[in-house]
């Protein structure tokens, strides 16, 4: 090997460990800043996770800092009770629409007299959701396309719907009918 390579050699060696040294690792070049709660932040609002902990800069009188977020509770499903119909309005074996307001939503329900107490399912067909409507005696017909429902348990009758009417829970008292939604 002549004397010029061998200095070379030398020199690539010294440049490439003086280089190893220094140079940050792969993880460390991508990893993010470790955030601590208290330290100063810039956009109110902005959440970060750092070590596994879930920071969000906050206004304080002190400035924006860094403060561990709450863990977020899933938003539980919530129901109401609504007034549909004054009792005396349904009739034994009588089905009657009506619309009822929960939520900011309306809702198109069937309710039924039966035999066994007052029945409520929604109106809107399994087939494609149109509108089915009470008649013939007994059942909930659907203008679209001829499903036909019993409307005092919302089973199909005549397809082509093959799932039964979506049905509310009732409670009858002190003179009037309401649904849970
Ligand atoms: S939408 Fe009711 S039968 Fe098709």
Redesign the pocket.
């Known amino acids: 090997m002549s004397k010029i390579s061998r200095r070379s050699m030398v020199g690539m060696i010294t440049t490439s460990f003086v280089a190893f040294l220094f140079a940050p690792s792969a993880a460390g070049a991508v990893s993010e800043p470790v955030i601590r709660a208290g330290e100063a932040c810039k956009k109110v609002g902005r959440r970060k996770t750092s070590g596994g902990k879930t920071f969000e800069c906050v206004k304080t009188a002190n400035g924006n800092i860094w403060r561990r977020a709450k863990a977020s509770t899933p938003s539980q499903p919530t129901t109401s009770e609504v007034k549909v119909l004054d009792s005396a309005s349904l009739s034994a074996g009588a089905s009657q629409t009506a619309i009822v307001t929960s939520g900011g939503k309306n809702y198109a329900v069937v309710l039924t007299r039966t035999s066994g107490g007052v029945v409520a399912f929604s109106r809107s ?1 399994t ?4 509108l089915v409507t009470p008649g013939p005696a007994g059942q909930l017909t ?1 203008p ?4 036909v429902f019993s409307a005092s348990t919302g089973a199909v009758i005549e397809g ?2 093959n799932i039964s009417l979506t049905k509310y829970q009732v409670s009858e008292r002190s003179g009037a009918i309401y649904i849970t939604i």
């Open positions: 067909c087939h494609a959701g149109a659907c679209a396309h001829g499903s082509p719907a």
